[in-house]
């Protein structure tokens, strides 16, 4: 049973720092993509950044030279490193596995971390 456990997040002022992790079990296979997401009140869950197999990572636009995204193989665990936080950063952030190569859209995503609130005031 493939599980992603999510740990960081809560508040932070602008400008400030945060790192959020996704620690994932169960899957065996060596290709596929973690992503993560926000998600705020009426919107759409959008794609932040992702990374194919530890390699080859994606940010969009919005968050490019802000935020980070890595991978620690010995603990199975990937990394979103959130720097220069801006309040438009609020939102419930969340990890997420497909099978296989990177997706755009969330409901191409076989696996979901539980979420967590990134909250950033001004």
Do not use: H
Not at 7 to 14: E, R
Not at 15 to 38: K, P, Q
Not at 44 to 58: D, H, K, M, S
């Amino acid at each position: 049973q493939v599980q992603l456990v999510q740990s960081g997040g809560s508040s932070v002022q602008s400008g400030g720092s945060m790192r959020l992790s996704c620690a994932a079990s169960g899957y065996t296979d060596s290709r596929y993509c973690i992503g993560w997401f926000r998600q705020t009140p009426g919107k759409e869950r959008e794609v932040v950044a992702r990374i194919y197999t530890g390699n080859l990572p994606f940010y969009v636009d919005s968050v490019k030279g802000r935020f980070t995204i890595s991978q620690d193989n010995s603990k199975n665990t990937v990394y979103l490193q959130m720097n220069s936080l801006k309040p438009e950063d609020t939102a419930v952030y969340y990890c997420a596995l497909r099978r296989g190569y990177c997706a755009i859209f969330a409901g191409d995503y076989d696996y979901w971390g539980q979420g967590t609130q990134v909250t950033v005031s001004s």
